[in-house]
């Protein structure tokens, strides 16, 4: 639908019919940039930009829409002529702010959340970012107080609150509170890779290998969409299992998949003792699947 209108936007002579079209590209800028096509967007929102800056939110939209293509340096000098005519706008702040993270340039990042803090209360998302700022800068103090003012019902409704908090707290070796936020985390649905490796940590910190083997497992699998790449990684961990059979459940894994090399490599990790008792429990299986 938005290629057939575009394709029906034709040049305007009028200032009248220019100030139309600006109006319907920026329309269709947000449209596909609400879709997550920023190229489509990028390109509408500099039509309507070329056409009438003046429109309300038409920079903000086209500067952010930049930032998703890399497009730093343009964005910031639209977000700095934004800030210079309204400073006491807080969303140029947080994009400026935003930016400047994508740049990895931390101190400048952090000045702008502190200026759109001074307007107003950062919202779920600017909270999350300023928080994982202050850690790039080292700063787990300052980190750790804006975690203390999150609402309760921001952690319940926003996982990626829990991992921060998580985050900070394993960082300042608060081993029992990370555990609790990181799994707080995954119960929410949350995966990000960065995260689940925070809580691999902590879990195997505590001594949870099975469950830390399951978070791995979780990891590889998003990284590589294949089981045996999760039975490589995870033969490591399997021997630190006091129950064996999670270790032969593995290698059964690895049979099934015919992954011959994995098998051998799996096997090789137990001693002669584990490796009679996982031999034990192979007859004991075959016995089971012969007799059905």
Request: aromatic share 10%.
């Amino acid at each position: 639908m938005l290629l057939l209108f575009s394709s029906c936007l034709t040049p305007a002579s009028s200032e009248g019919e220019r100030a139309e079209l600006a109006a319907d590209y920026y329309r269709l800028g947000n449209a596909f940039y609400s879709e997550g096509d920023y190229a489509a967007s990028t390109e509408y929102l500099s039509r309507a930009y070329g056409l009438n800056p003046e429109i309300p939110g038409l920079g903000l939209s086209y500067a952010l829409s930049l930032l998703r293509l890399g497009n730093q340096s343009e964005a910031e000098a639209i977000l700095t002529g934004l800030v210079e005519d309204d400073p006491m706008q807080p969303l140029y702040y947080s994009a400026l702010a935003y930016s400047a993270a994508l740049q990895e340039d931390f101190s400048s990042a952090e000045g702008y959340y502190q200026a759109l803090g001074e307007l107003r209360e950062p919202n779920p998302q600017e909270l999350f970012n300023w928080i994982l700022i202050r850690v790039r800068l080292g700063d787990l103090e300052s980190a750790a107080a804006l975690i203390q003012g999150i609402p309760e019902e921001w952690l319940n409704d926003q996982p990626e609150l829990l991992a921060a908090a998580g985050r900070v707290a394993l960082l300042r070796e608060n081993f029992d509170e990370a555990l609790d936020l990181l799994k707080r985390y995954q119960a929410r649905g949350g995966s990000k890779p960065d995260f689940l490796s925070d809580l691999v940590e902590v879990l195997h910190f505590h001594g949870l290998y099975l469950e830390e083997a399951g978070v791995r497992a979780t990891l590889h699998r998003q990284s590589y969409k294949a089981e045996e790449q999760a039975i490589k990684l995870t033969h490591l961990y399997v021997t630190e299992i006091e129950d064996l059979s999670q270790g032969f459940a593995w290698i059964k894994r690895a049979i099934e998949a015919g992954l011959a090399e994995e098998v051998e490599e799996l096997f090789s990790v137990f001693d002669p003792t584990q490796q009679a008792e996982l031999n034990r429990l192979a007859d004991a299986a075959a016995t089971l699947e012969a007799a059905e």
